[in-house]
Nanobody, 125 residues
Framework: QVPLVESGGGLVQAGGSLRLSCAAS????????MGWFRQAPGKAREFVSA????????YYAASVKSRFTISRDNAKNTAYLQMNSLKPEDTAVYFC??????????????????WGQGTQVTVSS
């Protein structure tokens, strides 16, 4: 098991910014590919962003590209999601996820082994 704990959610006005953090326990963080997903009320969970083990590869959903930035600090066992220019449609519970699998589709939630409990992000108009 790799416990994941998200933080940084909250209420922000449209156009504002938030930074989410995902802290992992244990000594396997360098082996994990990390992802962020979100789920809005009444909707299915959707892919937001993912990052490779080294951080050199990043992936984004079209809806957040150019506004969100994923990063990681392997020394701190933490992944981040910087969210700028937030819109009301970004309102959702955001989940951090991790996978040990290699050569996998990181946009597919079924490829992830571990999940955090989620953090609420609410963007007011």
């Amino acid at each position: 098991q790799v416990p994941l704990v998200e933080s940084g959610g909250g209420l922000v006005q449209a156009g504002g910014s938030l930074r989410l953090s995902c802290a992992a326990s244990g000594d396997t963080f360098n082996s994990l590919r990390m992802g962020w997903f979100r789920q809005a009320p009444g909707k299915a969970r959707e892919f937001v962003s993912a990052i490779s083990r080294s951080g050199s590869g990043t992936y984004y959903a079209a809806s957040v590209k150019s506004r969100f930035t994923i990063s990681r600090d392997n020394a701190k066992n933490t992944a981040y999601l910087q969210m700028n220019s937030l819109k009301p449609e970004d309102t959702a519970v955001y989940f951090c996820a991790a996978t040990l699998r290699g050569a996998t589709d990181l946009t597919n939630e079924n490829q992830y082994n571990y999940w955090g409990q989620g953090t609420q992000v609410t963007v007011s108009s």
